[in-house]
């Protein structure tokens, strides 16, 4: 039971950080386009509980004359970022995997 | 799947960027073009973008009311340059004036050099976007295995 309740965190966590890419691709795509605002996914505090984060503006950057506030360099950072960590936990959920299927091989298949 | 829609943000970034490539060559290609169809030396043409939502199914749609909307970009308005033509003295040129200067479409090849590379490079960080986008769902594939 404890071993599927944590790949239900998981899950979560990689919905999370699908929801972010969709926002950093936004951000990208848009990185020419006047009076755009860069976006960001509020990080929930806690996922055990199932709620869909919220975009909001990403606070602090500065806008350009033309009024959009996209800093290419620190997209490219989170779509670094987003992809280790989404390559992270698809790992360990791919061992959590394993291990529920061996105990219900009976610890016989490694 | 959110992973698809982030692709298909990405490729309304590289279309519209493609877009703005394309109207910079045709200017570069009309730098020196004193006709046109319409009349008159080429004008200057650039590709105005505003951010759009995709085309969303009814459930997304209702939870990005929710939650806010990742948008893509479309080209919303190409958007001609009317300024006043720079002119020449060539008197013995077919266009020329009763006073012997020619209108030649007013186009600077180092600007226009300029924005085709930031076009370039815009596009190669949404295929930068598409490629990771595109580990993350082999990623989530190899959970299967």
Do not use: C, W
């Not at chain 1, 790949?7 to 009076?35: C, H, K, M, W």
């Not at chain 1, 360099?73 to 670094?80: I, K």
């Not at chain 2, 490539?21 to 009309?30: G, R």
């Amino acid at each position: 039971m404890s071993l599927a309740g944590t790949g239900l965190e998981l899950g979560r966590f990689l919905s999370y950080l699908s929801q972010r890419q969709e926002v950093i691709a936004s951000n990208i795509a848009n990185a020419d386009t006047p009076g755009y605002k860069a976006r960001d996914v509020a990080e929930p505090s806690d996922f055990s509980t199932a709620l869909q984060a919220a975009v909001v503006e990403a606070p602090g950057l500065p806008s350009r004359n033309d009024g959009n506030s996209v800093n290419i360099d620190r997209e490219a950072r989170l779509l670094a970022e987003n992809t280790i960590r989404f390559n992270l936990t698809t790992q360990i959920l791919r061992s959590q995997l394993k291990d529920i299927r061996s105990a219900i091989d009976e610890g016989r298949a490694s | 799947m959110s992973l698809f829609n982030a692709i298909s943000i990405s490729a309304s970034g590289m279309d519209a960027q493609r877009i703005r490539a394309e109207l910079i060559t045709e200017n570069l290609a009309n730098a020196d073009t004193t006709r046109t169809p319409e009349g008159g030396p080429y004008q200057r043409k650039d590709a105005i973008f505003s951010s759009a939502p995709l085309q969303a199914s009814f459930a997304q749609t209702l939870s990005e009311f929710s939650t806010g909307t990742p948008e893509g970009v479309t080209v919303s308005q190409i958007a001609v340059d009317d300024s006043e033509p720079e002119r020449r003295y060539l008197p013995g040129h077919p266009d020329a004036d009763p006073d012997g200067y020619v209108a030649f479409p007013k186009i600077d090849p180092a600007s226009e050099m300029v924005d085709l590379m930031s076009a370039s490079r815009s596009y190669q960080a949404n295929v930068a976007a598409i490629s990771s986008v595109k580990d993350m769902i082999a990623r989530s594939i190899d959970l299967f295995r």
